[in-house]
């Protein structure tokens, strides 16, 4: 079976299953380096593919001064991709070269995140009146206050907005599921809809999704990591912080265990497949954290 055939079918299949755009992206550059370095051994069918191909272009990779985990983001998307052969039936079990293949070895990295301080000072920078200043502060309200992904919220329809929760509809894997919302949050909700539905009447083309662009587009991944980077930028969040959408679902894991919600219920809200993803936030918990919460619970204080 030709590869480049077998690739585009499997880029369709991901397409078809409305995964983000960053997932995309990461999906197409992913199995493009791998058939070019194929090409180049000029293999171009399944059945010539084994194991050692795929850590020779990981080898080659970390010559170049990649990170093992950027390395082993692409061994991800080629498992993803011959599991999904496999599935289909292009390819037996036993034969799949990217399962005998073993990730390398990584650091643990600590991701810093936004400060109780500099989440206020985001919330409060788009402080205006009109659609794009109330649209921009209810998204950052609820990156914080709920921990959903970027693509989650933009695929957001304003029914999904029930009285005590918010449903999910467009989780990782296709998964649904529920997370609450603060009073804070259903009010600054309430003044957005408001504004949204007038703006729809000015502009009756506009799209079905809950969070719309000027033009009454949905926004892409990159206009709210734009928005979020100007906020703060103005307000002045430490250079330590990578300011994403991503790190704001970090600051809301990380605040919801130092605020003493257990791990299962955290990896609920995430919309993680298992807790051991979710296991990762608690490395980024400063040891101070760690002791101010410990005296808390200390069992003799409690006695």
Not at 115 to 144: P, S
């Amino acid at each position: 079976m030709c590869l480049k055939e077998l690739r585009d079918e499997f880029l369709y299949d991901c397409e078809c299953r409305h995964l983000a755009k960053g997932s995309l992206r990461n999906y197409r550059a992913s199995t493009r380096f791998l058939l070019e370095f194929l090409e180049r051994k000029q293999i171009t069918e399944l059945e010539n593919v084994r194991p050692r191909h795929l850590r020779d272009l990981m080898k080659e990779k970390q010559d170049a001064g990649n990170t093992p985990r950027y390395i082993n983001d692409l061994l991800k998307v080629w498992r993803t991709w011959f599991n999904y052969l496999v599935e289909e039936g292009y390819l037996e079990e036993r034969d799949n070269p990217a399962k005998k293949v073993k990730p390398l070895r990584q650091p643990r990295t600590i991701i810093d995140t936004f400060t109780a301080a500099e989440m206020k000072r985001m919330i409060q920078f788009y402080d205006g009146k009109d659609f794009l200043e109330v649209r921009n502060k209810t998204i950052i309200m609820l990156l914080f206050d709920t921990g959903m992904r970027c693509n989650e919220m933009i695929l957001m329809e304003p029914e999904d907005i029930k009285p005590d929760y918010i449903l999910v509809k467009h989780g990782k894997g296709g998964k649904e599921r529920v997370v609450p919302k603060s009073p804070a949050l259903s009010k600054q909700l309430i003044k957005y809809c408001a504004l949204r539905d007038g703006y729809r009447k000015e502009c009756p083309t506009c799209h079905g999704n809950l969070f719309l662009s000027k033009t009454g587009k949905p926004l892409t991944d990159e206009a709210v990591a734009r928005m979020l980077k100007h906020a703060a930028e103005e307000v002045g969040v430490s250079s330590s912080v990578r300011v994403s959408p991503h790190t704001c679902r970090h600051t809301f894991a990380q605040m919801q265990l130092k605020n003493g919600l257990d791990l299962y219920s955290v990896s609920r809200l995430m919309g993680h497949v298992n807790i051991m993803i979710t296991q990762r936030y608690l490395l980024g918990i400063k040891d101070k954290d760690i002791v101010d919460r410990g005296t808390q619970t200390s069992p003799l204080m409690n006695l």
